[in-house]
């Protein structure tokens, strides 16, 4: 199983952009990174999610190094309403990966006005 | 679409209880996962059926069992509630997503008390 690492919390202030970065370092050769995010008494939601290089979405971008032994979520211009624990999961792409990945203990991002 | 369902929401068991979570997607995923997340912690897996059919241990299985009843339902059954074994349970399902990105979606949680 691809272990990663992030870390555990992080501050910022509204109207900042913001960087979580993930640690895979046994990433596998067919493994994706995606991101999750995660609210209080709420199951986690998907973000993001990459093989290399850059993602973007309407709401993040994933940066991947050439390496991919670590990524890194960035939110830009982040709100109150982004306070939220933030999952990096590595994986593969397909049914029979299931269960193959782990979420770990996320990154607690608090978000002051 | 409903997406992942889960019941009850809430239940307060006794120790040494026996119970049955349920779920259901509608997405058509082969894959089903139930998760559990202690206060403060990450979501760790319990068991997981990559297809219907088929079910197999996670990270803690110990004090569980499951059944994948169809391609829609993954149930979670204690068969004798612990105290330890308080704790949200979080069903999943995975699948494409628009053909580009390969995602869980998360049900919305059973909070699970064991006194």
């Known amino acids: 199983l691809a272990k990663t690492t992030q870390p555990i919390s992080m501050d910022s202030y509204e109207g900042q952009e913001v960087n979580i970065t993930c640690s895979h370092n046994?990433?596998?050769?067919?493994?994706?990174i995606t991101w999750y995010q995660q609210f209080p008494s709420q199951g986690p939601r998907f973000i993001i999610q990459?093989?290399?290089t850059k993602v973007t979405n309407e709401v993040a971008s994933l940066f991947i190094p050439a390496d991919r032994k670590s990524s890194t979520l960035s939110l830009p211009r982040v709100s109150l309403s982004d306070t939220a624990v933030y999952y990096c999961?590595?994986?593969?792409?397909?049914?029979?990966?299931?269960?193959?990945?782990?979420f770990g203990d996320g990154t607690t991002l608090t978000v002051k006005p | 679409n409903a997406g992942v369902t889960q019941t009850p929401k809430f239940q307060v068991l006794k120790t040494g209880q026996s119970m049955t979570l349920q779920c259901a997607q509608d997405m058509n995923h082969n894959s089903m996962y139930w998760y559990r997340q202690d206060p403060g912690m990450g979501l760790r897996l319990i068991y997981y059926?990559?297809?219907?059919?088929?079910?197999d241990k996670g990270e803690v299985p110990n004090g569980y069992n499951v059944s994948r009843l169809n391609k829609r339902e993954f149930s979670l059954r204690l068969e004798s509630a612990a105290p330890s074994q308080t704790s949200v349970y979080f069903c999943?399902?995975?699948?494409?997503?628009?053909?580009?990105?390969?995602?869980?979606?998360f049900g919305p949680g059973t909070r699970l008390t064991v006194t």
């Open positions: 059926s990559a297809s219907e059919g088929t079910t």
């Open positions: 999943a399902s995975s699948g494409w997503d628009r053909g580009q990105t390969y995602e869980q979606y």
């Open positions: 990459g093989y290399k």
């Open positions: 046994n990433i596998a050769t067919n493994d994706y």
């Open positions: 999961l590595v994986g593969g792409r397909a049914d029979t990966n299931a269960g193959k990945s782990t």
